[in-house]
């Protein structure tokens, strides 16, 4: 009897002690889960027209964000290759970050019936789920970005967006822990989603389970073998001049806002055998 309940008790407590996952992944139509198998990742960032802060600091923080989900050492090297005059969604090779000062522009980008969406990712995945490509655009007409530690001055903050975006980028879902980088909500002048959770390694451990292939450096090491040219691994289009400022953005708070992210899936055939989908959030006023 002291045998049978001390197994009992054991066996109580592996279930107890247990962390129980709220983590889920992006999945294709047919069921497949969406995840890189490019063990280098090149992307660039577009910061024509940003004003919210200076783009050295947009800069920084853009890298720093991708950091700190390598910093789990499970997926694809994400390396930052430079400014880029790309201000659209294409499915091109060039995985651009960018920003939207035009609120028509973005609707129509990212086919919006309105312009409450903070910022919209959208992958290009294959039938298999393999990712070939993203970007990832913000909608700079609606929203004042801010980069700073003083919790009085947070409007929108950039890292805490970004690093949530990068978690779809990546093969995330959302999950149900509130503490989560990709739980859903975000009050405004929130920072938490800067940091990881243990939720948040979790689920990009599991994803990315099976080891990356092996990382070959240079220019064309690791190239799309889906497109012509080597706009992924190599520095074509990248501009060298000072990127152009435009005029302020069009701000649209005007109340105490909670971000949700609403999981919309819009899938296109491109280029025959690619669907591009789209993942962004939306407001509840």
């Known amino acids: 009897m002291k045998r049978l309940l001390a197994f009992l008790l054991a066996l109580v407590a592996t279930f107890s002690g247990g962390v129980a996952t709220a983590y889920d992944v992006l999945t294709t139509s047919s069921g497949s889960e969406v995840r890189w198998y490019l063990p280098v990742v090149y992307y660039?960032?577009?910061p024509d027209g940003f004003e919210d802060f200076e783009i050295d600091e947009l800069i920084r923080v853009t890298n720093q964000c991708f950091e700190t989900w390598m910093s789990v050492h499970a997926g694809p090297e994400f390396v930052y290759a430079g400014t880029i005059d790309?201000?659209?969604p294409s499915d091109d090779c060039f995985n651009v970050i960018f920003f939207v000062q035009d609120p028509i522009d973005w609707m129509e980008m990212f086919h919006q019936e309105d312009g409450t969406a903070m910022a919209m990712t959208r992958t290009y995945v294959d039938p298999g789920g393999r990712v070939m490509g993203f970007d990832l655009g913000f909608n700079d007409a609606g929203y004042d970005f801010t980069n700073t530690d003083d919790m009085d001055a947070v409007v929108t903050d950039y890292a805490n967006t970004l690093t949530h975006e990068i978690g779809h980028v990546l093969g995330l879902d959302h999950s149900e822990?509130?503490?989560?980088?990709m739980?859903?909500?975000?009050?405004e002048g929130e920072i938490s989603k800067r940091t990881l959770s243990e939720d948040d390694r979790a689920g990009l451990r599991y994803l990315y389970r099976e080891p990356m292939p092996e990382v070959r450096y240079g220019c064309g090491a690791n190239p799309d073998p889906h497109c012509p040219d080597a706009g992924m691994s190599c520095d074509q289009g990248v501009r060298d001049s000072e990127p152009s400022r435009g005029t302020s953005s069009f701000l649209l708070w005007a109340l105490p806002v909670v971000l949700m992210r609403l999981?919309?899936?819009r899938c296109g055939e491109s280029r025959g055998w690619r669907k591009p989908c789209d993942v962004g959030p939306g407001l509840l006023r």
């Open 44 to 46: 660039y960032i577009d």
């Open 183 to 187: 739980y859903p909500t975000a009050p």
């Open 263 to 265: 999981r919309r899936t």
């Open 86 to 88: 790309i201000k659209t």
């Open 177 to 181: 822990d509130p503490d989560a980088v």
